[in-house]
């Protein structure tokens, strides 16, 4: 069973189309990654699925009901939504951003329980000395993890980030990239990530969608999605693909007169 | 296996040490919020004692005490309770609900600078006020139709803000905008209607802006204290909410948050309490922006506590500027309006020079 179905969504800004017949499967405990040059629509479709935005036309079925149904608090406990780290952020401690991925769960009072739930997500991304720190003193890097951690202390079963690592450096891309990996196969979360990075796409996702002018242009598994002519294609740019490990990995050379 | 051991009740300190800190961290919010109470109760003490006519502080209690009984009857009784009292408690209640108000709408608005006022609260107001001076000279019950009017006049703008959200997405930017355009259309309007008014007139609209409780009596309490309540679990049942927005529209909405709606309905409490308020007070404006900053200063941006914190302060701090303005040239009493502005403003430049972190 499919854990989300996105079907024929479209969506449009003021008549300006920006999705057009997008349709995506997600299994359970799966990582998507979708790439695609600026403007693809790759973030609006991870809206749209969050229903931050509304697609015009579409279904989108979770667990094969159509969110629409769902009552907005029900949907939060359902999905949880990773903003970029470069979003601006209002001073609160650490601990209180965290607990604001409980909201759809409790009451108008935190109980122990929602507390614990804060520890154990700290504790698990490794930030626990953060807790009592305000947000906006953190590092790019910190704050994602911040942010990640939020999003699961929703207890979510599907998990959507809008290019997690774009201004982290290296180390910390490969730090939240294992984190956001570790909880897919340990926690049974499914992900689908909007990232720019082709060698991090192709390295940490199960599998690739391409997207190019608000359509999908291929999707596969990484081999299959990133080539040389895919590239060449979508993003206007003369590449070689090189094998990394079984996976493919992208040195771009110049672009397409 | 030993270290295994070890590093899992390592983890486990460390678990309860950050609960305890966050336990301390939020008993520190409770502790201003209490001080805060206390404040406004000394204050209220020794204002109550302060005035032209000498009564004596055991007196006053005596007589306050007395006065819950019987019917004022000397001058002392009806000097407490028929113009000390109402005047406190007014500016107490008002002091709390601009605060109030203010909090909230800097909240949804993410936005520092904002309070109802920036929404064309007090110019509608002081428009509605303006008409029913100029127009009303002479006739009977002016003054219920000066304060009606107010009232009317202060919600037009929210009203206007709402109704084109039906047609622009209800963000920060657009409403804060559209208040701004509703504050000059407003302002320009009085110009006018005082352009062509006698200085009489003029001067009593001109002193009606600027904020005074010196129309304070029991009968604007009981419509206040009902607003200010009426009006209080609303704003805090939505605490979470704003604290959900100050991370952004987006997570807001992933939060299961239905934003827009959410900030209407905030910003329509909102503008009702500070047109309650205002409708009796005058446009007292200093309290809505400050008061909330003060207390973000000392307890953080969390609405659940910053609400009744600022609604505090507030109180401490108008009735604190309103005892200032009662004795500081006595017999002359100054409008509470500018004591708020002239004392007000340097105290929040030296606080905003003297924090040592950002709040905001």
Known sequence: MMKLKVQDIEFSYASVPILKEVCIELAASEMLSVVGPNGAGKSTLIRCIDRILKPQRGIILLDERDIKELRLMELAKKMGYIPQSTSRVFPATVFDAVLMGRRPHLGWRASEKDIDKVLETLHMLHIEDLAMRDIDELSGGQLQKVFIARALAQDPDVLLLDEPTSNLDIKHQLEVMDIIKNIVREKGISAIMAIHDLNLASRYADRIIMMNSGKIFAAGNPDSVLTPDNIKQVYGVEATVNNNNGRPYIVPIRPVK | ?360
């Open chain 2, 1 to 360: 296996m030993n270290s295994r051991t070890e590093t899992l009740s390592e983890t486990r300190t460390k678990r309860s040490e950050i609960r305890e800190e966050y336990k301390r961290f939020i008993g520190r919010k409770f502790v201003f919020i209490f001080s805060s109470l206390i404040l406004i109760f000394i204050i209220a003490g020794i204002s109550t004692t302060l005035g032209s006519y000498p009564i004596t502080v055991t007196e006053v209690y005596s007589i306050i005490w007395r006065g819950i009984f019987h019917n004022p009857e000397t001058t002392k009784e009806i000097v407490v309770w028929n113009l000390r009292l109402p005047r406190i408690i007014l500016g107490i209640l008002a002091g709390v609900g601009l605060a109030i108000a203010g909090a909230m709408t800097q909240g949804i608005l993410r936005n520092p600078l904002a309070s109802p006022f920036t929404l064309g609260i007090a110019s509608g107001a002081g428009f509605g006020a303006a008409i029913a001076i100029l127009l009303s000279k002479g006739i009977v019950g002016g003054e219920y139709l000066i304060i009606g009017n107010a009232f009317i006049f202060s919600l037009i703008p929210t009203f206007i803000i709402v109704g084109l959200t039906r047609f622009r997405r209800a963000t920060p930017e657009t409403m804060i905008l559209a208040g701004i355009a509703m504050m000059y259309i407003f302002s320009a309007a009085t110009t006018l209607l005082m352009y062509f008014s006698e200085a009489d007139a003029m001067k009593a609209a001109y002193f009606w802006m600027v904020g005074d409780l010196g129309r304070a009596s029991w009968d604007a309490l009981l419509p206040v204290s009902i607003v200010l309540v009426g009006c209080f679990f609303p704003l805090m049942w939505k605490a979470w909410d704003v604290n959900a927005m100050g991370a952004g529209d987006e997570t807001a909405k992933s939060l299961g948050i239905n934003v827009e709606r959410s900030r209407i309905f905030i910003m329509t409490v909102s503008s009702f309490l500070t047109a309650s308020i205002i409708c009796f007070t005058g446009t007292i404006g200093f309290i809505c922006l400050v008061a909330p900053h003060m207390s973000r200063m000392v307890i953080g941006g969390d609405n659940r506590f910053l609400i009744p914190a600022s609604g505090l302060v507030g109180g401490a701090l108008l009735l604190g500027c309103d005892t200032i303005a009662r004795r500081i040239i006595a017999p002359v009493i100054l409008p509470v309006g500018v004591v708020t502005s002239c004392l007000g403003g340097p105290l929040f430049l030296y606080l905003i020079m003297r924090r040592r972190r950002e709040y905001w």
